[in-house]
């Protein structure tokens, strides 16, 4: 085809072929162009403001418009993850750091980018929080949704305000696929079944976790191994386990202690583990406020409207766990119980693994939700614990008074905990120092800063001594109270506890209550229906 014009101000422009002329003229345009540059404010009317940030001006997150040279809206193999990360590290060196926590059944790398403007060492006041996608071989939506997060940081840390205060302020560890393994074997346009649910080895990983609730004798898998191990090293704040097969944020406990009631008949315990009866944690509040985040970001999920007419429908788009169906060994229980870290299960799709023309609604439903969601971990308390001459106590365990799940310092002695506004105790022991108790307050428009130093413990002649100031163990009271008592050399010293505080409950129910028999054998395989059902 030719392209023929008239006179030009500078002269005559040749017969050229219409591709041809194409091409000369991108040559002379600019070769850069800000990928957000023509983005559109997103706010839905119902969504939650986050007034956490230093300016109080920030504008919302902008729509991510998409790069197609990097990355599409299609669904990405092992390979083609690992070169999406691996480019997207070397494009962007001063916003990301890639590294492996593991390897899968099959050897493939269990990867974790980090998004933030530290990325590569821990910056000493900045709180660290997670996503972990794709734990459900079968549930890819959440795999996918987190590469177009990483894509959309990187690319619009320079144009959205929101975001760079965010990566300036927090470190961002992304795991995008937990099961590697099983996502290859699944199969595109599969919205229910088990089909690549499960690992190379047929485990469920979601019930691989140790269970506060009920002794989980399943053997721990690589993937999830890699998880404790990582989780163990870094003191998350806050975290969201991406899933597919409903529409609701779910909140801990996964599991309930109501089964132990039944410990003598396993048809009673098959039963009542189906009477969706809640099992609530002592931070409840703080749970359904982050679900709330989640939810009301989101396009639709706070309308609660049922995926299928015979699936639940959630009021406000929330859940607990337990009340919705109950589990053994769930990653958000271990999380929370064993190292404080808040984290919440997030199931984004009706359909476990939908087409794949699908996924960029699915990002846009879910893009406000996945950023505002992280920006909480910035509410709350949040300071340092120090000796006399100001040198951070490392795990120090730390607990809100009434609220029986603790958490730790990091090697800075920094803590983190995310509270609603109102009036707090915070209690700190530490080996070797007298225990401390400290009011404060949470207000809604930015997080307490709170530094607490203690004095080291005194020696004692005899039984009924007192710690500093001439009252007991940190203004508690004479004598071995709140977790203190007499170590050796006659110096005060918490009892020794887990790692940190933990709900108390029965003991295991033991032998009665194992999986033994034939009436637990069909409560196992109602549990593994209606999981593979509903996610």
């Not at 998409?66 to 690992?82: C, I, K, R």
């Not at 909140?251 to 008949?265: E, H, K, L, M, V």
């Not at 870290?341 to 893009?367: G, H, R, V």
């Amino acid at each position: 085809m030719i392209l023929r014009r008239s006179h030009l101000a500078a002269g005559h422009l040749p017969l050229l072929p219409l591709p041809l002329l194409w091409m000369i003229l991108a040559l002379l345009l600019p070769a850069t162009i800000p990928p957000m540059c023509h983005g559109k404010t997103v706010g839905p009317s119902d969504s939650l403001q986050v007034q956490l940030q230093p300016d109080q001006g920030l504008p919302e997150p902008r729509a991510y418009m998409p790069d197609a040279q990097h990355l599409d809206f299609v669904y990405h193999d092992h390979e083609e993850l690992t070169r999406f990360l691996r480019a997207t590290s070397a494009r962007y060196p001063n916003l990301t750091a890639l590294y492996s926590i593991g390897k899968s059944i099959q050897g493939r790398d269990l990867w974790v980018m980090v998004v933030s403007s530290s990325p590569y060492e821990h910056m000493v006041g900045k709180p660290d929080v997670k996503y972990v996608g794709n734990i459900h071989g079968n549930e890819p939506v959440g795999r996918e949704m987190l590469l177009h997060l990483i894509q959309y940081f990187v690319t619009s840390y320079n144009t959205d305000q929101y975001v760079k205060w965010l990566l300036d302020n927090t470190r961002i560890h992304i795991l995008p696929t937990m099961n590697p393994d099983g996502y290859a074997v699944s199969k595109e346009g599969t919205c229910d079944g088990g089909q690549g649910r499960y690992n190379a080895r047929g485990f469920d990983l979601n019930r691989n976790f140790p269970d506060y609730f009920k002794q989980n004798n399943k053997r721990g898998q690589p993937e999830t191994d890699a998880v404790k191990d990582w989780i163990s090293k870094i003191q998350f704040v806050l975290s969201g386990s991406l899933h597919g097969g409903a529409l609701v944020a779910s909140y801990p406990y996964d599991n309930t202690p109501n089964s132990r009631i039944c410990r003598s008949s396993a048809l009673c315990a098959m039963f009542q583990t189906y009477s969706a009866a809640p099992s609530l944690t002592p931070d409840d509040d703080v749970f359904k406020h982050l679900s709330l985040v989640y939810a009301r970001n989101h396009a639709k999920m706070s309308r609660g409207v049922a995926c299928k007419s015979a699936t639940p429908a959630f009021e406000n788009g929330i859940t607990n766990g337990a009340a919705w169906y109950p589990l053994t060994g769930g990653m958000q229980d271990y999380n929370y119980v064993w190292y404080g870290c808040m984290e919440i299960t997030l199931e984004i799709s009706c359909c476990k693994f939908p087409p794949a023309y699908e996924l960029k609604k699915y990002w846009e439903d879910n893009q406000l939700s996945l950023i505002k969601f992280l920006a909480e971990a910035h509410r709350g308390v949040q300071g340092f614990v120090f000796d006399p001459a100001g040198m951070p106590i490392e795990r120090a365990s730390i607990k809100i008074k009434g609220r029986d799940v603790g958490f730790q310092t990091t090697k800075y002695g920094e803590f983190w905990r995310i509270l609603l506004p109102g009036y707090y105790k915070v209690e700190v022991f530490a080996e070797g120092f007298a225990p401390r108790e400290v009011e404060f307050v949470i207000v809604e428009q930015h997080p307490t800063l709170l530094n607490v130093t203690l004095q080291p413990s005194k020696r004692i002649e005899g039984i009924g001594a007192v710690g500093p100031a001439g009252i007991g163990p940190g203004g508690l009271g004479a004598g071995a109270v709140g977790g203190v008592g007499v170590g050796p050399g006659g110096l005060y010293r918490p009892i020794q506890t887990p790692q940190h505080y933990r709900p108390p409950v029965p003991p295991y129910a033991g032998a009665a209550s194992s999986d033994n028999g034939i009436f637990s054998t069909i409560s196992n395989g109602l549990n593994s229906l209606y999981s593979n059902i509903f996610g």
